[in-house]
């Protein structure tokens, strides 16, 4: 699934159906869903079956992608037995143990399995990849970028119009 249809950006352009509009289009969407998402630090489109190792020592743990859509298992990979008795904050990534026990400490110790990104691309976020699609499409020479430290994200310079910045605003991690 892509955060926003050839078709749709397209349209907005009032561009023809042709095979090197289309391909240029593709690579640009491409371009903008990866820009958005280091920018919110959150994946639009779903990923399945993702496969991460956690270490343990605390009553809960966190998973670096989000928003969880399910969790399909969580393995001891010291003994190889699962867990089920959890509870997930899916839009955070937190799962925390429901029988009052602590994740045995360990490096990596933590197998998940687990589906992220969002069922459904939220409306703003669908705006502002058809927006930036559309601004890039007009200015090729223009580029964009984005900076992190940390979890700080600084939208300075990067080429991206304020209004795709306003519509993302909600669904970044710090606010821009």
Not at 65 to 92: A, C, F, H, M, R
Not at 151 to 169: M, N, R, Y
Request: charged share 25%; with cysteine; proline share 3%.
């Amino acid at each position: 699934m892509s955060i926003v249809s050839v078709e749709t950006v397209r349209a907005r352009l009032r561009e023809s159906d042709e095979a090197g509009i289309n391909n240029l289009i593709e690579s640009i969407i491409d371009r903008v869903a990866r820009s958005l998402e280091g920018l919110t630090g959150k994946r639009f489109t779903q990923i399945s079956g993702f496969i991460e190792k956690i270490d343990g020592g605390d009553s809960i743990i966190f998973c670096s992608n989000i928003p969880i859509i399910s969790i399909s298992e969580i393995k001891d990979t010291s003994d190889g037995s699962t867990v089920t008795d959890y509870l997930v904050y899916k839009p955070q990534g937190i799962i925390k143990r429901t029988d009052g026990l602590r994740w045995d400490i360990g490096l990596q110790r933590w197998q998940i399995t687990y589906d992220y990104g969002y069922m459904v691309i939220p409306g703003a976020i669908q705006e502002a990849a058809i927006e930036l699609s559309c601004y890039l499409f007009k200015n090729p020479d223009v580029s964009i970028s984005q900076f992190r430290a940390g979890d700080i994200t600084s939208a300075k310079e990067t080429g991206i119009p304020k209004s795709v910045l306003q519509l993302i605003e909600p669904y970044t991690e710090l606010h821009i």
